[in-house]
């Protein structure tokens, strides 16, 4: 069963890269740097330029940022080969988390800073862009949260200590 749970994380990884890229690409080769271009009324492909963090913070400081991502994402990753009791729905999102957060380092090295695309427009607090990998991070990560929220809570209201809940 490990094997198996290690191979479909290293191919959701894989392809979480291969898209992040992809989209970086067609990003790149089509659109100038602060094109915008229309696809909803809601959501326009901007192209952008992130050589910082998230949020556009420390701005070229952008190796800082692809060092501690490579760090963590190796320390991920050997986690994942040497821990025994991770759920299969774990792997997934580390899948999500590792391939997402290696494209953005690779756009680092490509293009020498993170390349950022998709503009939500119409909420007044919101003005991010952001990339797919981004978004691969998030649905990675939220489900992790939650989760661990809910097994504390179950702990809390009297459930058998150390019992997760069941694999997805």
Known sequence: MKKMDVALFAIIASFTVGLSQVGSYLVNANLAQHQSVQVFSFLHFTHVRNMGGIFGIMQGKGWVFATLSFLVLAVLVTYIC?????????????????????????????????????????????????????????????????????????????GKEGERPAAG
Not at 113 to 133: E, K, L, M, P
Request: with cysteine.
């Open 82 to 158: 040497m821990a025994r009791n991770i759920r299969r729905y774990e792997y997934i999102c580390y899948g999500l988390i590792v391939g997402g957060g290696a494209s953005n380092i690779l756009d680092r090295f490509i293009y020498g800073s993170v390349v950022d695309f998709i503009d939500v427009r119409g909420i007044s607090f919101w003005h991010y862009i952001f990339n797919t990998a981004d978004v691969m991070i998030h649905l990675g990560i939220w489900p992790l949260v939650l989760i661990s929220l809910l097994w504390h809570q179950k702990e809390e209201n009297g």
